[in-house]
């Protein structure tokens, strides 16, 4: 059908439409009026039927699908009422969409990228993720793109195509959560001291007994021992418990008389007027480094 | 009855050898109007405090460089006047509640109630139960705090809040609960007497063709109802566990366990257990 042919039938339909009876237009918006009525009902209907097995991500799809679609229905049977040929419009609309096909090539990547999206299930809504630099409760999945909420309150709307193509954190999917406290502390300790020292300060009633704390010497750096205590909470409690395990930690350190550590740089000046030397210490050498006659910085 | 606080020898008396008749926390809270009630038991110390229009509750946990043996502590119960509402706080207290009424005529009363969550229990000793074999335990379990008012409840606060622990995957189904150590003790003279802890009758038979090294116990406190006998010990059902080669049973004895079988209740179970004998032996260990 060439587009002369097209737009000989569209003007045809447009003269039936002005044709037709007062009472068949008055028909057809009561149709389409029914439609969107409906459809919302609808799709509140199976949202509250389905929200348990399905989750909100897919009830919300489906609602909007049933929604749409019953509207859908309704208004082809109003354009019926009005006497327009479907397939005449169906034609044009092919025409249409491959215009706007090329025209709207993000927005069809993203609406893709959203039914991927809702296949593979990597968050939900109501769940806390990480997306790139974002991080934020997740207020609604649409087919071009997600919001999220950020802590501080701003609405973030990122497309679905970047969804696809980034590292998403799901910070809420898993019930329990580890937190990794790392720490620098005197090189010199006793370390089956600073182990019982530190797990004892992860005796806490929010810090999980099972999966058992552990400590994890990480090695010697220009700050001292690094040392890793990681322990588990629920996840509602993690904020908390990290915040207590510090406190809790530096703590029960200081009563055991372990130093923390922390960069420290000295400078040492040969009086022969050589090269000066930098080294790094921790800051429980500086007694003796004070007491060496060659360091005067 | 008055003890020394954290006194560790009375932490290991043994049971039948002190007068326990100031044992008993629990009941209706008889308040002069102006007056704080203080009851300190175990690692809890719990005030009421009666105003003409309002109750204030405030509790704290005692730190363990307060007390050696917090857990040990036996209750103590004082009536004192309440300082004035401008005289600065003696000392800073965990949390406080107001509770305004009408009235402060209305009695509250002190209720004994089983841990919110199911409570994991740990051997604090490795402990082997040899194959066609079969103990029975002592458990003993944190109890909670309630303030009820009219039947209606208030407040609630645990007395020594255990750890948390979580039963079951780290990514996939379980359960949060608490984690709990027990010395296994077979022998009920040999228990403490804590009247702020459930004592549980664990009966573990293992009829499998093993050894069975007893790594932990889940028990499901909200399904347990509280009973006290008449030396104060407080009470839940017996827990039976039947351990064979391929499967675990579990169930709980309704009623009062045998060893107080004159034990009045105390407290009803917080939630009914899944209905059937299904649910009966996934409520009482997992």
Known sequence: MDPETLAQDAVTAVEVTTAVAPGSVLFAIVLVVLGIVLGRLAGRAL?????????????LILRRITAYGIFALFSVSALHQLGIELSVLLGAAGILTVALGFASQTAASNVVSGLFLLGERPFEVGETIRLADTTGEVLSID????????????LVRVPNESVMKSAVTNFTRFPIRRFDLKLFVDPNVDLDDLDAVLLSAARAPLVLAEPEPIVILLGFTESGLEVQLSAWTLRENFLEMRNGLHRDAVRALRDAH??????????SQRPSGSATAIRSKTHRDDTQVASNPEVTA | METGAGDAEQTLQKRGEMNRAGAIWWGPLEVPCKSVHVLEIGPLELQVERHDREWRIRHRE??????????????????????????PPVETWERILRIGMDTAAEPLELVAQTADRPIVTVPADPFLIPPRGQVLLFVSTPLWIAIECRNQRLFE?????????WVGARTGPGQAAYANRTQCRQELDEVP?????????????????RALPLERVVIAMPYLSLYADDDQTIWTERVDVTIDDDKTISAIRPGAPEQAASARTLSARRTAPPSGRLGQMLASVF
């Open chain 1, 258 to 267: 372990i130093p923390l550590g922390f960069p420290n740089r000295v400078v």
């Open chain 1, 47 to 59: 949202e509250s039927t389905l929200s348990d097995p399905l989750g909100s991500h897919r009830t």
């Open chain 1, 143 to 154: 087919l071009l793109s997600i919001q999220l909420r950020t802590f501080d309150n701003l």
């Open chain 2, 157 to 165: 606060v645990p007395i020594g809040r255990p750890s948390d622990t």
């Open chain 2, 62 to 87: 005692y730190l363990r460089e307060d007390l050696q043996q917090p857990d040990g502590r036996l209750p103590t119960q004082s009536v004192r006047p309440v300082r004035s509402l401008g005289e």
């Open chain 2, 193 to 209: 007497f804590r009247p702020h802890r459930a004592l549980s009758p664990l009966h573990v038979s293992n009829r499998s063709s």
